[in-house]
């Protein structure tokens, strides 16, 4: 468990479910060149990248929020009881880490008064919804869930389309709707002086990302905008689940310009721990550390 982050008024929180080797980096990263990652591979190697078994190393895990006005949850990871058969490391998980690593974190699910999804991947959804005698169930219950207007039309039009291609669709983000849980916003939505979001598109149609604080005590919780800090270096470096790798691309250098040098902390989804930077310029690019 990870110490909370204090900023000004509010303090952030990782909930880590897992953390580990998931991926080989080239299928991941599609386009990335054997020869990029040796040049790299001073500050990549082993934290980031295993270069020597091509294994990038990942975190998935939620955010905790709190703000004087309300307890918030970042994404919410992959779940339990979930079948995932294109995925076997996430394929009906029956873990307890994150039930406990919430608590740990001194809040129960009762607590939770927004559940904000960056975007609707199997990653990002799980604990949404819980099973409880055969059905699914907002995991918590006091939480109006917030998602991008698009983002939601997109996937739900999918799953409809083919439930069987998009599962977690099926059984975390629908039965929120069903439930009329859902907060549906523009992905520029302010929720007030403390939480905004900020359009974050390419990795998927309507991705936010979440800037929680007052200015010169902020965070920006990335959601999947950003994977890798190769992709700071790198920003058109796309991955193999974008919707648009090129918009992608196009976002990255916007966000990153914008916050550059600033004392705004990154708060990514998938660094290893501790997986939060700040950005500065590096050649014609940025360095996120
Ligand atoms: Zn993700």
Known sequence: MSDPIALGDITIERIVEQEGPFFDVFEFF???????????????????????NSKLNLCVQSYLVRTPHHTI???SCVGNHKPRPARPMWDMMASDRYEKNFKAAGVTFEDIDYVMCTHLHTDHVGWNTRLEDGRWVPTFPNARYVFADRELTFWSEKAEADPESCLWVMDSVLPIVDADKAEIVKSDHWLNDHVQ???????????????????????????????????????????????????AGRTRREIFGRFCDTSTLLCTAHFPSPSTARITRWDDAFRLA
Do not use: C
């Open 197 to 247: 979001l900020i359009p974050s598109p390419g990795h998927t149609i309507d991705h936010y990302s979440v800037l929680a604080g007052k200015s010169g005590a902020d965070a920006l919780i990335t959601g999947d905008m950003v994977h890798s800090p190769l992709q700071g270096r790198y920003p058109e470096l796309g991955m193999f689940s974008d919707y648009d790798s090129a918009q």
């Open 73 to 75: 949850l970042i994404d």
């Open 30 to 52: 599609n386009d990335l060149e054997p020869e990029v990652l040796q040049e790299h591979r001073g500050w990549l190697h082993p934290m980031f990248v295993d270069v020597d």
